[in-house]
């Protein structure tokens, strides 16, 4: 192998390392915009959990009334 070929070669090899590159970065931006996605999701379904939970607590509190007023 000459050095025009070793200087091709790398060349060749730098370019498809370039491409790796932005495809990684790509899939990077993408994981980043999912979890971001995910994120929200999460927060939503905490919120509801409390609702949830403090509709549990009120109901729990009438329950013991009545038990109490009996």
Known sequence: MNIDERLEALTM??????RDV??????????????????VIARDQ???IKSLENIVVDHDRRLDDLENKQ
């Open 13 to 18: 090899n730098l370019e498809l390392l370039s």
């Open 22 to 39: 932005q495809d990684l970065k790509a899939a990077v931006q993408l994981d980043a915009e999912n979890i971001r996605a995910l994120a």
């Open 46 to 48: 905490n919120e509801s």
